[in-house]
């Protein structure tokens, strides 16, 4: 019986996972042969300022150096000499291939390696490479998605060096590579990948934050978005993945029963971390310092078997590369271990979801952070403003920033178990609630703005920065002190599209603040009306309460905030002229740019959700229905032998073993119709014109029911026969 084969290696999964090990594995060790602190090897593999300043002659150094921080124009002789020098350095580390690394919109990061080889006039081989092969590179655009941005007969795209963000050496078991972070442009200039409207929109908030600060009097210095970004992940062993076609392919259990102590005792969240996983995340640790990835904090997470990972913060870019890195080496390090990790934003139904906070706040060159609540009554009003500008922009463009984060993975999250909802208010805590408050009803006006400060109360802020303990765990977009946590965002998403409207939004907040201190003639008095302004008009986005209950959903409706529960919904807020506007007028997405990125964001919903739709097909027809089958063919005939048995001792009373069957028969009906009816759900979408909005209406809730039949069965089938390692074997088990 081939289900009986099928549940048989699912027991052999629970031994070898069982009898795992954590795993030694070789530590960097110093001259003394002892394990080498980490100051000692941070970033021995990329190739960083510190090692051109080394490594470069003085006056090219400082004009990289330059460029790097003040975003100036990279000239050929400049590369010239940094790609000499950075073939030096990788030579004699043992490096023989080289690649342009980077994020085009599939969401994952791409490269296309070259050998340094190349073959000399008779044709002895000579390791070369090029300035121009280090500001430039030519992949095949045509593969990735472009969402329609060029026709394929223009299919022609080339990666372009980005120099703000440090080479590095990617080590794997049998040699090195150079990657060279880059931007990836088409030859007419439009942004084919998530990189370069990032950088567009740190522009964008540079220039708005420079307006804003002059308005209110302040010297205009440079600003850069700071990003940290905590990385939530589950792991599980390899032994059930493998046995999980939904785990494998999807990176999600389209089907699994609820275990018998599922979450609710919470005890794993910050409990002890087992003995291998800490094995597992040491080892990522000292990869992830050889990429001069600052690794900060582990920990266990809500859901058995979650856990966390969060650098410290970086610029933002450089954040979002080191993000990339940090996803890419749990993954290879796991693999070591004998883990799968599980970046996908639900994997288990009824269990926590995967996030990755992105903590995002503004800082001028001199290191200052602009949402460092003031100490005098000046940056009292410099903090007021800015945090007035984060209100006001997210409160206008609310549903553009739930558009970005939208995808058909993370909507199982959005709303759900633990998570935040997808509607995006933002919460404060209340001594600044209070502040906006009083400030709204024009406590303070009259005097000057000095003296509005000092009866406000405002002095008290710093101390909140210092003990903000009045976390609210439901709210999309927090205040925590001194950033704001931006929640929302996926486990799996690249930060980047998020943290771009996040900027752009904002931005945008500035000009407006900006506007009305202008129109009023400048001055501190100037600024408090602004910014009085803009509380009052931003009111509604404000929420201290639960985002968990039902009240809030009638309630934000109420304020007019937007609650698009599924993406095909919120991606309407990217054709809307308001965003396509707003987002040209800061430079940020061309019209086609933006168009284009709504396309895709609505193609890769619909290729997930087909992805779906296969597993479960795979699941129920090659899985789940042989095994319930099996378990009733031998059941009715069981019983027919008891019955024989009975009739002839004369002895009734076997009703209950007639029951079960019944109840067996019946789920498999169920599952069978559940599944008929997947057919004709995709069938409906498939037919319907707004593709993307047709799976959310009809696929999703035709899985859910297959998912609900087959959660049925697997609590009637017997244990021996069911395939698919169960709840609690991969969540308890690992
Ligand atoms: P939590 O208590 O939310 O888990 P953590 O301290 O673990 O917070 O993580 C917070 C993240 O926010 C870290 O990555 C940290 O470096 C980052 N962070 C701190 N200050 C800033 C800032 N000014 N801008 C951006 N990120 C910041
Ligand atoms: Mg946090």
């Known amino acids: 019986m081939s289900d009986q084969i099928q549940a048989a290696a699912r027991f052999e999964a629970v031994r070898v996972a069982n009898s795992r090990q954590p795993r030694r594995f070789e530590r960097v060790l110093g001259r003394d042969g002892k394990p080498e602190q980490v100051a000692a090897y941070f970033g021995a593999n990329t190739f960083s300022l510190g090692m051109m300043e080394e490594k470069l002659p003085r006056p090219i150094f400082e004009r990289i150096k330059a460029c790097i921080q003040d975003g100036q124009r990279l000239d050929l002789d400049v590369a010239h000499a940094v790609a000499h020098s950075v073939k030096e350095w990788a030579l004699s580390q043992g490096v023989s291939h080289f690649t342009h690394w980077f994020q085009p919109m599939t969401g994952q990061t791409a490269e296309k390696h070259d050998a340094f080889l190349t073959l000399g006039k008779n044709g002895e081989a000579i390791e070369r490479f090029t300035a121009s092969m280090l500001v430039q590179s030519e992949p095949d655009a045509s593969s990735f998605p472009s969402g329609g941005t060029r026709s394929t007969f223009e299919a022609r795209g080339y990666t372009a060096w980005d120099p703000s963000s440090p080479m590095f050496i990617m080590e794997t078991e049998n040699g090195k590579t150079l990657c060279i972070p880059s ?15 990032l950088l567009r929109s740190m522009e964008a908030l540079d220039r708005a934050a420079r307006r804003l600060l002059t308005a209110i009097g302040e010297e205009p210095r440079r600003v850069v978005t ?150 005098n009554p000046h940056d009292s009003l410099r903090f007021l403003a800015v945090l007035a500008a984060v209100l006001l922009g997210v409160w206008r463009y609310n549903g553009v920033l739930r558009a970005f984060i939208g995808s058909w993975s993370n909507d199982f999250r959005l709303g759900a178990n633990e998570a935040p909802p997808a509607i995006m208010s933002i919460f404060v805590g209340d001594l600044l609630n209070r502040i906006c408050d009083d400030l709204a009803e024009g406590k303070g006006s009259g005097g000057s703005a000095e003296q509005a400060m000092m009866s406000l109360g405002v002095a008290q802020l ?183 048995v009975a009739d ?30 997947l057919e004709q759900a995709v069938e409906l979408a498939d037919a319907d014109e707004h593709h993307a909005e047709g799976t959310s209406t009809h696929v999703s809730p035709a899985l859910q029911r297959c998912r609900e039949a087959a959660d049925h069965l697997e609590t009637l089938v017997s244990d021996g026969r069911w395939p698919l390692p169960k709840y609690r074997e991969l969540l308890f088990l690992s």
């Open 183 to 197: 931007a990836f442009i088409s030859y007419t200039g439009a942004a084919l990948d998530k990189k370069v409207p």
């Open 226 to 375: 700071t990003l940290g970004c905590e990385q939530e992940y589950f792991l599980v062993d390899r032994a059930y993945w493998s046995l999980r076609p939904d785990l494998a392919i999807g990176g999600r259990t389209v089907v699994g029963a609820p275990p018998p102590k599922g979450q609710s005792l919470e005890d794993h969240y910050f409990g002890s971390i087992p003995p291998r996983v800490q094995a597992f995340m040491q080892e990522v640790e000292q990869e992830l310092y050889k990429l001069g990835v600052p690794a900060k904090t582990r920990h266990n997470e809500v859901a058995p078997c979650q856990f966390e990972i969060a650098p410290i913060f970086r610029e933002a870019n450089v954040a979002i590369d080191h993000n990339q890195l940090i996803m890419e080496v749990l993954q290879r390090v796991a693999q070591r271990h004998d883990y799968k990790v599980l970046l996908h934003e639900k994997p288990y139904a009824g269990i926590n979801g995967s996030g990755k906070h992105c903590n995002w706040s503004m800082s001028d060159s001199t290191g200052e952070n602009l949402l460092e609540p003031g100490k």
């Open 462 to 644: 710093p101390q909140v920065a210092k003990d903000n303990t009045d976390r609210n765990r439901t709210s999309p977009v927090a205040f925590t002190g001194n950033k704001f946590e931006v929640r929302a965002v996926g486990s799996r998403q690249n930060p980047s599209q998020p943290m771009t409207a996040m900027n752009t939004i904002v931005a945008e907040g500035m000009d407006q603040i900006t506007a009305w201190i202008q129109e009023a003639g400048g001055g501190p008095e100037a600024a408090l009306a602004a910014i009085r302004k803009a509380i009052i008009e931003s009111k509604n986005v404000r929420f201290e309460g639960n985002g968990y209950s039902a009240e809030w959903l009638e309630e934000a409706a109420r304020r007019g905030l937007k609650n698009h529960v599924t993406t095909p919904a919120a991606l309407t807020e990217l054709r809307a002229e308001s965003t396509l506007a707003l987002f040209e007028k800061h430079r940020v997405y061309a019209r086609e740019e933006l168009e284009a990125r709504g396309r895709i964001l609505a193609e890769q919903y619909i290729t997930n959700a087909r992805i779906e739709v296969d597993l479960m097909r795979t699941v129920i027809d090659t899985m789940i229905l042989p095994a319930a089958l099996g378990e009733a063919g031998e059941l009715a005939g069981a019983l027919d032998d008891l019955l024989d």
């Open 648 to 677: 002839r001792l004369g002895m009734t009373g076997f009703s209950p073993a007639t029951a079960r069957l019944a109840k067996l028969t019946e789920g498999i009906r169920a599952l069978h119709d559940a599944r008929a009816a």
